[in-house]
């Protein structure tokens, strides 16, 4: 692929990681995105064969963002250590609000139902690897499981909730019961 093509394309996968942490995968049109991109809608398919491999192509390099800056914190913390830091950011204000660099799970979980089964899949793979990331023993990883859940929950709430004091409150106490 050419250099001019290629920034293209990942044109069009950031402005589709916009739309997916804002909107979910399903609703975002190919117009939206491209438009995002500041691109015509007539070159999209030199990129990508369809809407849905677009918006998977984007969430599985959103996920995969999110592991690599976990990747990042001290390898000598424990995985409670982690777990807890990552739920002061992740459970944080900067993150509900946030519209570029932020999560996209909790916009797309309610749409994996009716999204071809590679969404599901890259989910699952996405998963299976945070709770690696933030378990030190087999036994840890059903209270990492347990975590991940309580905080993508916790942020899916808080952000439904808006920037009311009662989504701070649900951040504060998704967060107290990780930490």
Do not use: W
């Not at 204000?93 to 946030?98: I, M, N, S, Y």
């Not at 709430?157 to 106490?173: F, Y």
Request: some cysteine; overall charge negative; glycine content about 6%.
């Amino acid at each position: 692929m050419n250099d001019k093509k290629a920034r293209t394309r990942e044109k069009i996968l950031q402005a589709a990681s916009s739309a997916l942490i804002q909107r979910g995968p399903a609703e975002p049109s190919v117009s939206d995105v491209m438009g995002a991109a500041g691109l015509t809608v007539g070159g999209f398919y030199a990129h990508f064969e369809s809407k849905d491999a677009l918006m998977l192509e984007a969430f599985s390099q959103s996920l995969d963002q999110r592991r690599a800056l976990l990747a990042e914190v001290d390898p000598t913390m424990s995985g409670e250590e982690r777990r807890a830091l990552v739920a002061a950011f992740y459970l944080s204000r900067k993150h509900r609000d946030a519209t570029e660099q932020a999560c996209p799970l909790p916009t797309a979980l309610g749409e994996m139902a009716r999204l071809p089964e590679a969404f599901r899949e890259v989910l699952a793979e996405h998963i299976e690897l945070m709770m690696a990331q933030l378990a030190d023993t087999p036994e840890e990883a059903d209270k990492a499981l347990a975590d991940l859940a309580l905080m993508v929950g916790g942020l899916a709430l808080a952000r439904a909730l808006g920037g009311h004091e009662l989504s701070d409150r649900v951040l504060r106490a998704a967060k107290s019961a990780v930490i």
